[in-house]
């Protein structure tokens, strides 16, 4: 089964504001990017990462498309060139760098190679 997600145009202001739908069903909202050149980290909320039922197996796919039609296509837009993109799903807003035992997270690193996010052991 193939699955299309559709975000705006390469702008951070527009994806701010827009709840994208992923394929595990989860909605997340673009949090926000730090730039650890030449490592890039975006960060997206989804606040029903909560549920017992999400486990990393159910928004691994998630991520990689994350990083594959939102991080890298942006990066690119703006001239970057990453050598690695980290994507992290949170429950809630977190401050970068705080660990808080009760907020659910999860991270997933990625290669950048020919255009491509390609999954690392994180």
């Avoid at 296509?73 to 001239?79: F, V, Y």
């Amino acid at each position: 089964m193939a699955v299309t997600l559709c975000l705006p145009a390469p702008d951070l202001s527009a994806q701010e504001a827009a709840a994208v739908s992923l394929p595990s069903g989860l909605v997340v909202n673009y949090l926000d990017r730090i730039d650890e050149s030449p490592t890039w980290r975006y960060r997206y909320i989804a606040p029903a990462l909560d549920e017992e039922s999400v486990d990393f197996t159910a928004v691994a796919q998630d991520m990689e498309m994350l990083c594959a039609t939102h991080a890298l296509p942006q990066l690119q837009h703006d001239g970057r060139s990453p050598e690695r993109i980290i994507v992290s799903l949170m429950s809630e807003k977190l401050d970068f760098g705080v660990m808080s035992p009760e907020v659910r997270q999860f991270f997933e690193s990625y290669r950048v190679e020919d255009n491509l996010c390609i999954w690392e052991v994180f």
